[in-house]
């Protein structure tokens, strides 16, 4: 397996261009924050990554995660990186000043959650539950909640889960069963089953914070008749110290097929009468507070696809590097084989990994600036305008990335060959990651059907047609300020952008006409397409920004995009408009 690097360069090209950074802090959005404080935290992130995190990565694979006397034990060497990585202050990166943490925006705490998923995504994933569980507790907690779990939330001393998910309750939560019981001194009583809790227990922090979805005894039926708890694993005193064993234990863990560092649990409460809970936000609110959670970290999960891909090029570009077999045409029959880097089709395998990635990271970065816009702007009305475009471009950011760190992986395996299945390269490692990443947090055909039943629509349809004339923009700056090296690149970005405004307006249509079956049939290729066109357009933004020594593979990276990867749109189009209609025959086909 070979050595991660952080890709300082491609990550602050992407997000000074691609995402607007230089921009944001232009107009002072930032404040006093500086370029150059942004590069010194990514360099230190980058370091401790490529050190401490990335070597244990293959350790988490091969040991996982053990049930072992009704506790969790983690893989070696997880525990002290964990307390080095809180202890250096990663973990209050974007946390409010006042509880501890250091209030950077969340363009800096998302390339930070590039490296870290890159480096392993079974760590990573951890903290970025803690990071949802402070979010709620700042937008829903009492004061109280909030002095006694927040310092020690955000400091990483202790970690937060989100529990959601139950057997018969998954994408859909209306059937959700977990009881909630008033006891009569304002705290209330959890019993039920949660599945699927990701770092439901463990040993690297002496307590665990569960943000629990339940239902009141007599809460009114369906998804209007959620609440959501905090429950501690330890309750803790009012002078903040940890008092007795809440009611709540882990059942068994998952046997999964990737992330085997990250501890997967069945959680059970309330075996002994019910574990204490306490009210978050109002009763019978709690999707929405959980929906505070589920935003963000649905824009980190995006960033782990962005990370796996990642790291699987980085092994696969090195392999093709050393492996040599075959002659170049036109060679002699007595030179000697040739590193495999120079064949033309595993050439065209790693630009497509390369191409992949950079899109993905770009919208995602996108959507981060866009998500502090939202909350730092001075204006009101820009604020509202950044909300919208941060809601559009989430379930995006999210699907494509995770998609794309599946795609990614699949096609590092092939440039390895048969060696690629071996799993001792540690390439299949990266692909079995990466597909849970496609289905938590809201599955990716969750993630198109919001965005094409909620999302294209905001405000009219508004927040949409503003990111297609911002796409048109990049198209005449190519035909106006490109050199020919970007070969078709401007013809493709403007009939992409085309494809994309027709789509739409076809799914407005449906949805309009209450025809939701085609809207919801086309909904997959839609996102597809979406970001295919909007990926073209950062590349292309970044590489007409490019340094001169940077401009020459920018340029190259955008054509090859632009011309083996951005010709889908039109196919793409196609289907969106065809609606239901393909499933026409799925009864005949499927049965009931």
Known sequence: MTIYRAPLADITAAMRHAAGLDAALAEGLY?????EDIAAVLAEAGKFAEEVIAPLNRVGDLQGARLVDGGVVTAPGWKEAYTAWAAAGWNGLPAPEGWGGQGLPMIVQAACLEIWNAASMAFAIGPVLTAAAVEALVAHGTDELRRLYLPKLVSGEWMGTMNMTEPQAGSDLSTLATRAERAGDGTYRISGQKIFITYGEHDLTENIVHMVLARLTDAPPGTRGISLFLVPKFLVNADGSLGARNDLHCHSLEHKLGIHGSPTCTMIFGDAGGATGYLVGEENRGLACMFTMM??????VGLQGVGAAERAYQQALA??????????????????PTAIIRHADIRRMLMTMKALTEAARSICYLTAIEIDRARLASDSDIRRRANEAASLLTPVAKAFATDVGFEVASLGIQVHGGLGFIEETGAAQHLRDARIAMIYEGTNGIQAIDLVTRKIGLSGGTAMRARIAAIRRTAVRLLTEGSPAFGNAAARLRSGAESLDRATSAVLTSLAND???DALAVATPYLRLFAIVQGLAALADTA??????EAI????????FAEAIAVEAA????TVMAGAGGLAGAEAVLGN
């Open 544 to 549: 007409l920004a490019a340094e001169p020594e």
């Open 31 to 35: 404040g006093d924050l500086t370029a």
């Open 295 to 300: 935003n963000h970290a649905r824009l980190a």
């Open 515 to 517: 025809r939701l079956d």
């Open 319 to 336: 392999y093709a590097r050393e492996r040599r077999q075959g002659r170049l045409p036109h060679s002699s029959s007595d030179s000697p």
């Open 553 to 560: 593979a920018r340029v190259a990276l955008t054509r090859f």
């Open 571 to 574: 196919g793409l189009e196609a």
